[in-house]
């Protein structure tokens, strides 16, 4: 079973699918690799990361390209060439087409730095800052045509706590992001997707 980690920036949560994968043997007790990384962005800092642990990690730059058709067209054939189990986005910044993600719909997962539906799109620390909020959160969930709208999987909670910066609650939200993202993962191994 191959899985996909599509990524944008620092590959953060990749990292972490990468140790669950390396620490929960995942290979041996359900036949399931982290196969590949392919990011939008030439410089995204877990291509590195991906390499040093003997991963294949590849670049579909979308600035190559003219609209979003050509450039989904490159990132599925580079995918596919990994014949996916499972397509997992980690920090992966770009909008996909209702036809990317037909493609894999029920088997493409994205991790949402909130507590869906609560606070969709951008900026979502600084929105449940600025809206009182005393609880904060992330949110695995299966991909959809909606934007961060699919079935959630897993959800994790942290406090709002008073002075927060959006860098200390988004710092807060991404270490629960790190644990459940991959015990969504692996719930579908040991569950079957
Ligand atoms: C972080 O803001 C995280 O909350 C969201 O994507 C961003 C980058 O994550 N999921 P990563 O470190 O690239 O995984």
Same mark, same amino acid.
């Given at each position: 079973?191959?899985? +996909?980690?599509?990524?944008?920036?620092?590959?953060?949560?990749? $990292?972490?699918?990468?140790?669950?994968?390396?620490?929960?043997?995942?290979?041996?007790?359900?036949? $399931?690799? +982290?196969?590949?990384?392919?990011?939008?962005?030439?410089?995204?800092?877990?291509? $590195?990361? $991906?390499?040093?642990?003997?991963?294949?990690?590849?670049? +579909?730059?979308?600035?190559?390209?003219?609209? #979003?058709?050509?450039?989904?067209?490159? @990132?599925?054939?580079?995918?596919?060439?990994?014949?996916?189990?499972?397509?997992?986005?980690?920090?992966?910044?770009?909008?996909? *087409?209702?036809?990317? +993600?037909?493609?894999?719909?029920? #088997?493409?997962?994205?991790?949402?730095?909130?507590?869906?539906?609560?606070?969709?799109?951008?900026?979502?620390?600084?929105?449940?800052?600025?809206?009182?909020?005393?609880f904060a959160g992330a *949110?695995?969930?299966?991909?959809?045509?909606?934007?961060?709208?699919?079935?959630?999987?897993?959800?994790a909670v942290v406090p709002v706590?008073?002075?927060? *910066?959006?860098?200390?609650l988004?710092?807060r939200v991404?270490t629960q992001?790190? #644990?459940?993202?991959?015990?969504?993962?692996?719930? @579908?191994? #040991?569950?079957?997707?």
């Open positions: 079973k191959n899985i +996909v980690i599509l990524i944008s920036g620092g590959g953060s949560n990749m $990292a972490a699918i990468v140790r669950a994968a390396q620490r929960g043997e995942w290979a041996h007790r359900h036949d $399931a690799q +982290v196969a590949a990384v392919v990011s939008n962005r030439p410089d995204a800092g877990g291509l $590195a990361f $991906a390499r040093e642990q003997g991963i294949a990690a590849e670049v +579909v730059d979308h600035k190559q390209f003219e609209g #979003r058709e050509p450039f989904e067209a490159q @990132l599925v054939a580079a995918i596919d060439r990994h014949q996916p189990w499972l397509v997992a986005l980690a920090g992966f910044m770009r909008i996909l *087409t209702p036809g990317f +993600v037909g493609r894999y719909q029920g #088997r493409l997962l994205n991790i949402h730095p909130s507590l869906l539906p609560a606070f969709p799109g951008l900026h979502t620390h600084r929105r449940a800052i600025e809206a009182g909020c005393r *949110t695995v969930h299966q991909v959809t045509a909606e934007l961060d709208h699919g079935p959630i999987l897993e959800q706590l008073p002075g927060d *910066t959006e860098a200390a988004a710092a991404l992001e790190h #644990r459940i993202y991959p015990r969504a993962i692996e719930a @579908l191994l #040991r569950g079957g997707l």
